[in-house]
């Protein structure tokens, strides 16, 4: 049984920073790329950064340059470090594994998804 558990959200005040960790366990880690998604309240939840079993990574314009996504396969987690946050940044944060080691932005790539974690940003 895959478990993602996310951690790490919280309330910051916009240009402020938080990292979210993501820990997995019960596939081996290593072989397959993983997402960060959002889904703000009212929207539709949409892919932010991914990262492939390769350590390629993929970040959606808007986070660009802001945030980072890095991965420890000794760890089995995937983090993602969110700096210069902004208002708009506030949603769910959910993780989750892809069905392979290449990283892609549709949903549909992803089988096992965490529980999410609230991060909110205050103007």
């Known amino acids: 049984q895959v478990q993602l558990v996310e951690s790490g959200g919280g309330l910051v005040q916009a240009g402020g920073s938080l990292r979210l960790s993501c820990a997995a366990s019960?596939?081996?880690?290593?072989?397959?790329?993983m997402g960060w998604f959002r889904q703000a309240p009212g929207k539709q939840r949409e892919a932010v950064t991914g990262i492939s079993a390769f350590g390629a990574t993929n970040y959606v314009d808007s986070v660009k340059g802001r945030f980072t996504i890095s991965r420890d396969n000794a760890k089995n987690t995937v983090y993602l470090q969110m700096n210069s946050l902004k208002p708009e940044d506030t949603a769910v944060y959910y993780c989750?594994?892809?069905?392979?080691?290449?990283?892609?932005?549709?949903?549909?790539?992803?089988?096992?998804w965490g529980q999410g974690t609230q991060v909110t940003v205050s103007s």
């Open positions: 019960g596939r081996t880690f290593r072989n397959y790329a």
């Open positions: 989750a594994m892809s069905t392979g080691r290449l990283y892609y932005s549709s949903e549909t790539n992803y089988y096992y």
